[in-house]
C-alpha cells in the first residue's frame, strides 16, 4: 500500500480509536502514531492492511485506555467524553452508536471487553476478522463479547434516536430553562431522569450525579439563573450525531457548557453537562 493510500483508513481507526478512549486528541494521536509506524515498516508481506492497522490501533487504544482507567480514578467528579462536533465529517467510517451516553455507557467495560463490542457492535466485524486483529480465540472473543453484553444489559438501550424529536425535545429545553419555568422542565423529564456534570476540577459542575424531576429541574434552572441576560449566546451543534445545547461566554465567546442528553419516546431520561474547559475546544460559535 503506498503512503497516498493509507488516508483511505485514517477515518475507521480514528473512529475505532475515539470510541475506545472517548477523547479525540487521544484517538488522533493513536492513529498518527500507528501510521507512522506502517510507513517505517516493510509491509510487502502484509496481507491484509486493513487488519493490520486496525490491530495496531486497536492494541495501542487499549494499552492507552488501562492508562486513562487508572487517571480517571482520580477524576474530579463524573468523567464524561469529548464531544465531537460535525462527527460524520471528521470521522464520517465512526461506526454506529456513537452518542456521547452510549460512550458513557461503555466506561463500565474493561478496556478488552471494550474493543470486542465495539468491533463487533459497532463496525459489524466477523469473529474471524477479531481472531486476526485481537490475535485471540473466535471462542475467546464470544466469552469476553457475552461478558460485556451482560455488564451492559441493565442500562444499555438502544441508541438509535429519532433525530427530530430529539430537535423538538432541544428546543422545548432552552425555551423552559431560559424562561426559568421548572414545571414546563419537568414535564419534560422522566421520573429517574439523572444529570451528570463534567467540570474535571476546573469549572463548577455537578461533583456528584443528580436523580429525580425536582432535583434535575432546580439543578438546570439555577444554572440558567447565572447565564447573562438578556440573551445569552447559544447554538446547536451537532454532536456525536445528535443535536445538543452549546452555551457561550457573552464576552469572549469561549465555549462554556455542552448539553447533550437521551430520550425515550417524549421524555428526556439522561442529561451530560459537558463543562470541562479541554473537552469544549472545538465548538465554535458562529452569528
Not at 461478558?147 to 425555551?175: C, G, M, P, S, Y
Not at 429541574?217 to 443535536?243: A, E, M, Q
Request: hydrophobic letters at 40%; aromatic letters at 8%.
Amino acid at each position: 500500500m503506498e503512503p497516498t493510500d493509507i488516508i483511505e483508513y485514517r477515518s475507521l481507526l480514528t473512529g475505532i480509536a475515539y470510541r475506545m478512549l472517548g477523547e479525540k486528541q487521544e484517538a488522533e494521536d493513536i492513529v498518527q502514531d500507528a501510521i507512522v509506524h506502517w510507513l517505517a515498516i516493510d509491509t510487502s508481506q502484509v496481507n491484509e492492511p486493513r487488519n493490520y492497522l486496525m490491530r495496531m490501533v486497536t492494541n495501542r487504544s487499549i494499552d492507552r485506555l488501562r492508562k486513562l482507567k487508572e487517571q480517571r480514578t482520580l477524576y474530579k467528579g463524573p468523567w464524561l467524553p469529548e464531544p465531537v462536533v460535525d462527527v460524520q465529517e471528521s470521522m464520517p467510517e465512526t461506526g454506529k452508536d456513537i452518542s456521547i451516553g452510549f460512550l458513557f455507557l461503555l466506561e463500565k467495560l474493561n478496556p478488552l471487553e471494550r474493543a470486542i463490542f465495539i468491533l463487533r457492535e459497532s463496525f459489524d466485524l466477523s469473529y474471524k476478522d477479531l481472531e486476526v486483529i485481537l490475535e485471540i480465540t473466535e471462542s475467546t472473543c464470544r466469552q469476553h463479547l457475552h461478558r460485556a453484553k451482560e455488564k451492559l444489559q441493565k442500562d444499555k438501550k438502544r441508541f438509535d434516536a429519532d433525530v427530530r424529536r430529539h430537535r423538538e425535545l432541544l428546543n422545548a429545553f432552552i425555551t423552559a430553562s431560559l424562561s426559568l419555568d421548572q414545571a414546563k422542565l419537568i414535564a419534560m423529564l422522566k421520573d429517574d431522569i439523572c444529570l451528570y456534570g463534567d467540570g474535571g476540577g476546573k469549572v463548577t459542575a455537578a461533583t456528584q450525579p443528580l436523580f429525580g424531576q425536582d432535583v434535575v429541574s432546580r439543578f438546570i434552572i439555577g444554572l440558567f439563573k447565572k447565564v447573562p441576560v438578556p440573551t445569552p449566546l447559544y447554538s446547536f451543534p451537532l454532536v456525536n450525531g445528535l443535536p445538543a445545547l452549546a452555551l457561550f461566554d457573552a464576552v469572549t465567546r469561549e465555549p462554556i457548557t455542552c448539553v447533550c442528553f437521551e430520550h425515550e419516546g417524549d421524555k428526556i431520561n439522561n442529561f451530560y453537562f459537558i463543562r470541562n474547559p479541554d473537552k469544549l475546544k472545538n465548538l465554535v460559535y458562529q452569528d
